[in-house]
């Protein structure tokens, strides 16, 4: 299991000015404050909607498929986000890889339940290596967010996830709750960090 030091990441990467190949524009303004809004309200859904996903597998609930439903559209809803500055295949490309994300944190969490430690460890090395192709893959599109930087801040938000999982199977309510805390606060400064970087790349479509 990795420890992951997210500080000086989120540093570098509020500082770094985005650089994504621009694809259209949009007719209508918005104001930064709606933007950075509606961004922290799609990452705090997929916070929100995966600590109610984990729940409802260790407890085995019959609702888990309509969790897993509502939490996989909200990858969707952000990879759609991005699509009016980054274009379609960009938005399709960020939806797939985070849908995988939330497929193999099922797996991670069904082979912990089991006891199944070959089959954990084969979903933890997928779990992080796919927050490294997230890396690779907004890396590529942005050179001013060097990839080592994002895989430090991803990973941060996958190594709480575990560590939420990890204490709700244990049954220690304190300890998820401080998790849930924790990766809350974590991926609020990852939707600020691209909120901010989309409108420093888009000046002309946004109102203060």
């Known amino acids: 299991m990795r420890r992951i030091s997210i500080g000086m990441a989120f540093l570098a990467l509020t500082l770094a000015a985005p650089a994504f190949a621009h694809e259209g524009s949009a007719k209508d303004r918005t104001s930064q404050a709606q933007f950075h809004d509606a961004m922290r309200k ?3 859904d997929h916070v929100t909607y995966t600590a109610f996903f984990y729940k409802a597998a260790v407890n085995g609930g019959d609702d888990v498929g309509k969790v897993a439903e509502r939490l996989l559209r909200n990858q969707d809803d952000i990879g759609n986000a991005v699509k009016p500055f980054y274009g379609e295949a960009a938005g399709n490309r960020l939806a797939a890889l985070l849908r ?3 497929l193999v944190a099922a797996d991670l969490v ?6 199944d430690a070959t089959g954990e460890d084969q979903a933890s090395r997928k779990f992080f290596k796919n927050g490294d192709d997230l890396a690779v893959f ?4 942005n050179p001013n967010w060097p990839r080592k930087t994002l895989e430090v801040a991803l990973q941060g938000h996958l190594q709480m996830v575990i560590e939420q999982v990890v204490a709700t199977l244990h049954k220690d309510t304190a300890a998820a709750i401080a998790a849930y805390d924790r990766g809350h606060e974590h991926m609020l400064m990852v939707a600020d960090v691209l909120s901010s970087g989309i409108v420093m790349q888009f000046p002309e479509r946004f109102e203060r």
């Open 42 to 44: 799609l990452w705090e």
């Open 100 to 102: 995988e994300h939330i």
């Open 110 to 115: 069904k082979a912990a339940k089991a006891g």
């Open 138 to 141: 907004l890396s590529s599109a």
